[in-house]
């Protein structure tokens, strides 16, 4: 079994810092991609950040994020991080964390979701 826990949502004003934090446990013989997602009430669910490959090299990010948060992502701990800066209101909703992960040892993928964390940004 392979678990994903997410923590570090909450609340916080408009113009402040939100540090999320997701950490990949159980049977793991390698994480590739890893990524943040997040979901508004009544909207679909959106990519935020991605930290692709198994080395986390390459990142990317949705406009609307950009130059505002930071993904980054411990390998040895198989934690993948969000730093959210400059929070706006519309970041408000459920954040997602989402890896993909070997199990087998046979390079066998598998994408996992974790339970998700809220973010409320009041204006």
């Known amino acids: 079994q392979v678990q994903l826990v997410e923590s570090g949502g909450g609340l916080v004003q408009a113009g402040g810092s939100l540090r999320l934090s997701c950490a990949v446990s159980?049977?793991?013989?390698?994480?590739?991609?890893m990524g943040w997602y997040r979901q508004a009430p009544g909207k679909q669910r959106e990519l935020v950040a991605l930290?692709?490959?198994?080395?986390?090299?390459?990142?990317n990010y949705a406009d609307s994020v950009k130059g505002r948060f930071t993904i980054s992502r411990d390998n040895a701990k198989n934690t993948v991080y969000l730093q959210m800066n400059s929070l706006k209101f519309e970041d408000t909703g459920a954040y997602y964390c989402n890896a993909v992960v070997d199990y087998t040892g046979s390079y066998h993928f598998s994408q996992y979701w974790g339970q998700g964390t809220q973010v409320t940004v009041s204006s």
């Open positions: 159980g049977r793991i013989f390698r994480v590739d991609a």
């Open positions: 930290s692709a490959g198994v080395s986390g090299g390459t990142t």
